[in-house]
């Protein structure tokens, strides 16, 4: 079993390069699926899920080559199936992006259902409904779910969604962008990694008109020609490394970013406290001047707060002296990690929908284990806080979604690092 050990105490300072977002690479490269000719991504995070969705192309027949760490050439001509149904498809959440991407090229698609961080019941109800709006048939046999149009392309409709969904709303930009006629999304969701898709598939020639605003209008086209696009900066790997320094009272740059992208997240550390200085391609976030304040915080659909810095975002409230309360609005069961703060010392109390954070208590280090992908990046902050050593288990989790998550710390002057431990119980090293 694999862990990383913390030991707490050091300040963070320095600078940190955030890696391309996770949520768009994930999208973008099933969205290769729809393509005419090869196509070249650049900016791709070296992550789990990535390497995960890329094999899963191969499966399906693309010829699929790293260029480097961050490069990534895709042929997907070859393709010749639409059944997704293995493991690895099993594995992953983003894996129904599959759904949109093979019904918009061969109007057929069976995918095994997603899998991914559990917080709960997570349907995908929206999705189906889309593509019932444009026509195709679904059906769930043996835990994979059927969608067909018997041989015709899809058709345009207009859909409007119950609930803002981002993956929903790319789902159904992918099965658009090659229907005939018009589709209309309305409620649609509004994250940078929806408007990173359109603009991947408009500059290959796709009709997106809206993305970034709750309605979207896609217009079908019939060829969809090579291109080489680089994906945007991951806006919740770099609210995670501000979040670590605001906790340890540190002082970073955080380079490769979009300021606008990370709005909200600036926004609550300065209601904090925090100085947050932004540059082009780049935040200077300073907490070493003065006493942080207590907040609130309520998760929302962009440009809201978004749930996937809540955790972290949990974990630097309780450093901060005061009452802080985290209205958690995007997802039902997302707060499975707080009993591993509260393992830590921290004192947190969860009521339905919030969790009531009595900020500044003594943490210590602890066993611990990463729930998910952001829980587990919680547990590096409370980690980096508590005195003494704190040791995470559930490692994979972080490494879905985070890139060289020990290196990026260890340059910023955390005291991490990732050990083996073999059956027998004896602690090994790995570096
Ligand atoms: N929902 C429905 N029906 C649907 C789809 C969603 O009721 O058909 C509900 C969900 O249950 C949830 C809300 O709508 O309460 C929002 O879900 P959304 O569809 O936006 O989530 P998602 O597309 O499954 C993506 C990210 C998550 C992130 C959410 C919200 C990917 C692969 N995952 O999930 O990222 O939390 O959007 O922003 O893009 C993460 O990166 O750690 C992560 C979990």
Redesign the pocket.
């Known amino acids: 079993m694999e862990k990383f050990v913390v030991n707490g105490g050091n300040k963070l300072f320095g600078e940190v390069t955030v890696s391309g977002a996770?949520?768009a690479a994930?999208a973008i490269i099933p969205a290769v699926i729809l393509c005419d000719e090869p196509c070249r991504i650049e900016n791709i995070p070296n992550i789990s899920d990535v390497t995960l969705i890329a094999t899963i192309l191969q499966d399906l027949g693309a010829v699929v080559k790293r260029v480097d760490k961050s490069t990534l050439d895709i042929d997907p001509r070859p393709i010749n199936t639409y059944v997704a149904t293995n493991d690895s498809v099993r594995g992953m959440?983003?894996s129904y992006y599959l759904l949109g991407a093979l019904l918009g090229r061969f109007h057929n698609a069976k995918v095994a259902l997603p899998g991914g961080?559990n917080f709960g019941v997570?349907?995908?109800?929206?999705?189906l409904k889309g593509f019932a709006l444009m026509g195709a048939k679904n059906e769930l046999i043996n835990g994979a779910i059927i969608e067909s149009t018997s041989d015709r392309p899809l058709h345009g409709a207009k859909i409007y969604f119950d609930?803002v969904?981002?993956?929903?709303t790319m789902n159904i930009i992918l099965a658009a962008v090659k229907a005939e006629g018009q589709t209309i999304i309305e409620n649609a969701?509004k994250?940078p990694h929806i408007v990173d898709l359109a603009n991947f598939l408009n500059s290959m020639g796709a009709n997106i008109r809206g993305a970034g605003t709750d309605v979207i209008k896609i217009r079908g086209v019939e060829y969809l020609r090579g291109i080489t696009y680089s994906i945007i900066p991951d806006q919740?790997e770099a609210g995670t490394y501000m979040a670590a320094a605001a906790a340890t009272r540190g002082k970073i740059t955080v380079r490769n970013i979009t300021p606008k992208h990370l709005d909200s997240i600036s926004s609550k550390l300065r209601e904090m406290g925090v100085e947050v200085e932004e540059y082009d391609e780049a935040v200077v976030v300073d907490a070493t001047s003065r006493p942080l304040n207590r907040v609130n915080i309520k998760t929302m659909p962009h440009p809201g707060f978004?749930?996937?810095c809540q955790p972290q975002f949990a974990a630097l409230l309780a450093s901060v002296n005061g009452t802080s309360i985290i209205n958690e609005n995007?997802?039902?069961n997302r707060y499975q990690y707080i009993a591993e703060l509260v393992r830590m010392g921290a004192k947190i109390s969860v009521e339905g929908r919030l969790a009531i954070i009595e900020g500044g208590s003594y943490l210590t280090g602890a066993p611990v284990k990463a729930t998910d992908?952001?829980a587990g990046a919680a547990m590096i902050i409370a980690a980096l806080i508590a005195e003494g050593t704190t040791y995470i288990s559930g490692i994979s989790y972080i490494e879905r979604?985070y890139e060289d998550v020990i290196n990026k710390f260890r340059a910023l002057g955390a005291d991490i690092k990732k050990i083996y431990i073999p059956d027998n119980d004896e602690v090994a090293t790995t570096a």
């Open positions: 996770k949520n994930v959440r983003a961080c997570r349907p995908i109800d929206q999705h609930t969904s981002v993956g929903s969701a994250e919740i978004p749930t996937d995007v997802w039902d992908l952001r979604g």
